[in-house]
């Protein structure tokens, strides 16, 4: 993706199903080869899948290297359920489901796409899709209760009757009170200031459905990093060809910065770790490692002036900052127990090997031995009790008695290789 290239495209069925085991359709278009980002695309209110946006756009991505996922959310298009039951909360949970589908199936959901109400419901989804990177909305709303203005004078016989059938965009759908008063209650601009993601907004300052005001009052409510392009010209629907291709080639080119690694990597092809485990892997001929958990990764590396690169901490460093971290929580769980006034924790780790006979209580006498030295910072009103008391506590921490009590490290083969 540093230099965008064109990949021939295929295109296949994507089923999954929704929280409530309803199946819903999508198609998945993917590049030839593999792929160096999976986005998920949320299309318009009462849309589909196959809108001409949602087609070009996730057609066009796919030619530059990003798997595009776009789905029917329930009851519209090929997908199952009643549109008259759904509202703005389960086009959000449609939106997790979907992630979640292709996590398990493909790889990491890294990108979110969504056009008109489905931008914000990614805007609201976002935060709930931990390993998300990157979020783009089209034509976003501020708000999910914008789209009120499509019912025109529908809204009076819904509250009055319950339900109403209500005329858009040429088809006739069954809206109800409940859908109301769900996008009344949403309160997407908080949702929008914690959701840390990178964020683009892309919006047409002559957009006649969704005025551009409505990018500003996101931009607004968004914390950096965020980006925002005028769609010079385009309407709503983008259904000009060029400005669909446009908002595609912007997308990889702004994404790549979020969902490369470091070493222009695909944050895709990191590899699938199980909870509670940890996976390293060489990343050059020298020191370098990838240190992945299931839902984090680190670099561990040697200094220079021992032929390493100095990318990461080195692993002893690691090991302390196991010891460090677990020491800070256990002192902050026992404090908030106890109910001290414990403003912060700093803990400063140092590892050095020490003759044996320079350690008084040791057991061994000769030899090198490893020594930690541990330095506990603790501000607050605290008594010298108090502080005694997390002294003695710090050393109850589990990396702490871990790394005291015989370990039993068995190493084997792999049992594929």
């Not at 004078?153 to 009170?177: N, P, Q, S, W």
């Not at 109301?180 to 300052?205: C, F, N, V, Y």
Request: net charge negative; with cysteine; hydrophobic share 40%.
């Amino acid at each position: 993706m540093n230099q965008v290239a064109i990949s021939r495209v295929s295109k296949e069925r994507f089923e999954f199903k929704n929280q409530a085991g309803e199946l819903l359709a999508g198609l998945l278009e993917r590049p030839e080869g593999d792929a160096v980002a999976y986005a998920v695309f949320a299309h318009c209110f009462t849309c589909s899948k196959d809108i001409a946006a949602a087609s070009r756009i996730a057609r066009a991505l796919a030619s530059l290297g990003i798997a595009v996922l776009r789905f029917d959310f329930t009851g519209l298009g090929n997908s199952e359920g009643e549109f008259a039951n759904t509202n703005f909360s389960s086009n959000v949970a449609d939106l997790i489901s979907a992630a979640d589908a292709v996590r398990e199936r493909l790889g990491t959901p890294e990108l979110l796409i969504g056009h008109s109400l489905g931008g914000a419901a990614v805007l609201a989804a976002a935060g709930e899709i931990a390993d998300a990177r990157a979020v783009v909305t089209i034509g976003a709303p501020s708000e999910p209760a914008h789209v009120a203005h499509l019912l025109k004078d529908k809204r009076a016989d819904i509250e009055a009757e319950g339900e109403a059938e209500v005329d858009l965009a040429g088809r006739t759908f069954t809206i109800k009170h409940q859908f109301l008063r769900d996008i009344e209650s949403q309160r997407l601009g908080e949702r929008i200031r914690t959701m840390r993601k990178a964020l683009l907004i892309m919006h047409s300052p002559v957009d006649e459905i969704v005025s551009v005001d409505n990018a500003a009052a996101i931009f607004l409510a968004a914390r950096h990093p965020k980006s925002f392009i005028s769609l010079d010209k385009a309407d709503h629907l983008l259904t000009r060809r060029a400005d669909s291709h446009y908002v595609a080639v912007t997308i990889a080119a702004w994404a790549q910065h979020y969902l490369l690694e470091s070493d222009g990597v695909p944050a895709s092809r990191r590899p699938r770790v199980a909870e509670g485990e940890v996976l390293v892997e060489e990343r050059d001929a020298k020191f370098a490692q990838s240190v992945f958990t299931d839902r984090h990764q680190l670099l561990a590396d040697e200094p220079a002036r021992y032929g390493g690169a100095d990318t990461g901490p080195t692993p002893y460093e690691l090991l302390l900052a196991a010891l460090g971290s677990c020491t800070a929580m256990t002192l902050r769980m026992y404090a908030t127990r106890k109910g001290l006034d414990l403003a912060r924790v700093t803990v400063r780790l140092k590892h050095e090997k020490i003759h044996a006979q320079d350690c008084e209580h040791c057991e061994t006498r000769e030899g090198r031995i490893d020594r930690i030295e541990r330095t506990l910072e603790l501000s607050g009103t605290l008594s010298q009790d108090q502080r005694n008391d997390l002294l003695r506590i710090a050393d109850r921490c589990p990396v702490h008695r871990t790394l005291g009590s015989e370990i039993d490290i068995q190493t084997r083969f792999n049992s594929s290789d």
